[in-house]
């Protein structure tokens, strides 16, 4: 004879995940606006991006610095999920590691910031930033293996630098709407097919 569950608790479980199914629908949508708009962009306009209300992004995040760092924390594993999945799923190891680096730029734009949202909390800054390194600096080093193994591209490149390179051509992008740094990014990443 099956154990029944307690009553409600089905009901409990399948709201848990529609909270949590709602939760990622709300920092997609934060994250495409801070990608367009800046980490500073209205309320208002995630709330429309996500079809909920203002009330429901404040009862999650209380501070725009709450919402920023569930941002980046969803991103740095967002990040660090695609890489495997692009690797199995690309055409080759190299078009794998040029999607995942468009994926790292969206998420650099969120990152710069990221600074000014925290304002003195250095220490909270500085557990996210061990927490990027720890997540994607293996990710892209696999990346980079793997299109060495294929000789799309010559060894040498560390993942840390590779990914050091990027966060500086993305620097200043947020302050100069003439400037794109996926056009540097993509001769960056020539540059190291054609060693």
């Given amino acids: 004879m099956p154990a029944s569950s307690p009553p409600g608790e089905g009901r409990s479980r399948s709201k848990r995940a529609d909270a949590v199914r709602n939760q990622q629908t709300l920092l997609e ?18 709330a429309a991006r996500a079809g909920v ?21 969803h991103q740095v594993e967002a990040c660090a999920e695609a890489g495997p999945t692009l690797l199995a799923d690309s055409a080759s190891p190299l078009a ?3 999607q995942w680096v468009d994926l790292f730029v969206d998420f650099l734009v969120t990152k710069h910031g990221l ?3 925290l304002q003195s909390d250095s220490s909270g800054f500085d557990a996210l930033h061990a927490h990027f390194l720890d997540r994607l600096v293996p990710v ?26 990027i966060g500086n051509l993305c620097i200043g992008r947020d302050s ?9 990014v993509e001769l960056l990443l020539r540059g190291l097919g054609s060693r």
């Fill in 29 to 46: 949508a934060a994250a495409a606006v801070f990608v367009s708009s800046g980490v500073d962009a209205p309320i208002r306009e995630i």
């Fill in 53 to 73: 209300g203002m009330g429901t992004i404040y009862r999650h995040f209380p501070t725009r610095a709450d919402l920023v760092v569930a941002v980046y924390r």
């Fill in 140 to 165: 892209c080093a696999r990346l980079l293996d793997a299109a060495v193994e294929a000789g799309e591209i010559g060894p040498g490149t560390h993942a840390y630098e590779l990914m050091r390179g």
């Fill in 115 to 117: 600074a000014n949202a």
């Fill in 96 to 98: 794998a590691l040029r």
């Fill in 176 to 184: 100069d709407p003439r400037y794109d740094p996926r056009r540097l």
